[in-house]
């Protein structure tokens, strides 16, 4: 099993990016995944999820708002749209597959940049 | 939110001695399915975090058998019996009972 992320970058403040992960070698659609990001140097903060139909989703509340998480089972993937980019977003955003109370998979990690 | 704290936050161990990382959770990790959700990855240098232990003591597959986890309710450990040198590396506990995950800010071993 895979996740591949792309959309990584250095943005101003105020901005916006999309990250995007492609899932393959498992079946996708059975499985909710999360987004989590990483303060180089620092510990791990779980930022957003969405479930196996794209019927619900859940943020942290320093993101609510301004972040938006989707996914499209017929291409096995998955996005996360980041508006109102802040310095403090400053992390690596991990894609990981939601194996119900643990991490399956994770992504290879997209560094984001907010600093004008 | 449920805090993870970890101790210690670094570790200097000797090649082949045993080292232990303690993680400790603010509320009880037992879900109402009688499961407890407490996992622990390592994190080496510029690679993502690869999980170990799932459901407190359960070794996923083709990790050494010198690692170790337990623990219950609130209080858990890892252990690796001798060190080697692959160990070196950031290894932090994660909860997956409660809806919001959290994790622990990370133990760094290294080596003496």
């Known amino acids: 099993m895979q996740l591949v992320q792309s959309g990584e970058g250095l943005v101003q403040p105020g901005g916006s990016l999309r990250l995007s992960c492609a899932a393959s070698g498992f079946t996708f659609s059975s499985f909710s995944m999360d987004w989590l990001r990483q303060v180089p140097g620092k510990g791990l903060e779980w930022v957003s999820r969405?479930?196996?139909?794209?019927?619900?989703?859940d943020y942290a509340n320093s993101v609510k708002g301004r972040f938006t998480i989707s996914r499209d089972n017929a291409k096995n993937t998955v996005s996360l749209q980041m508006n109102s980019l802040r310095a403090e977003d400053t992390a690596i955003y991990y894609c990981?597959?939601?194996?119900?109370?643990?991490?399956?998979?994770w992504g290879q990690g997209s560094l984001v940049s907010v600093s004008s | 939110d449920i805090v993870m704290t970890q101790s210690p936050l670094s570790l200097p161990v000797t090649l082949g001695q045993p080292a232990s990382i303690s993680c400790r959770s603010t509320?009880?990790?037992?879900?109402?399915?009688?499961?407890?959700?407490l996992n622990w990855f390592q994190q080496r240098p510029g690679q993502s975090p690869r999980r170990l232990i799932y459901k407190v003591s359960n070794r996923d597959s083709g990790v050494p058998d010198r690692f170790s986890g337990s623990g219950s309710g609130t209080d858990f450990t890892l252990k690796i019996s001798r060190v080697e040198a692959e160990d070196v590396g950031i290894y932090f506990c994660?909860?997956?009972?409660?809806?919001?995950?959290?994790f622990g800010q990370g133990t760094k071993v290294e080596i003496k």
């Open positions: 994660m909860q997956g009972t409660h809806w919001l995950w959290t």
């Open positions: 969405i479930n196996r139909d794209g019927t619900a989703t």
């Open positions: 990981v597959r939601n194996d119900y109370g643990t991490i399956g998979s």
């Open positions: 509320q009880s990790l037992v879900h109402s399915n009688g499961n407890t959700y």
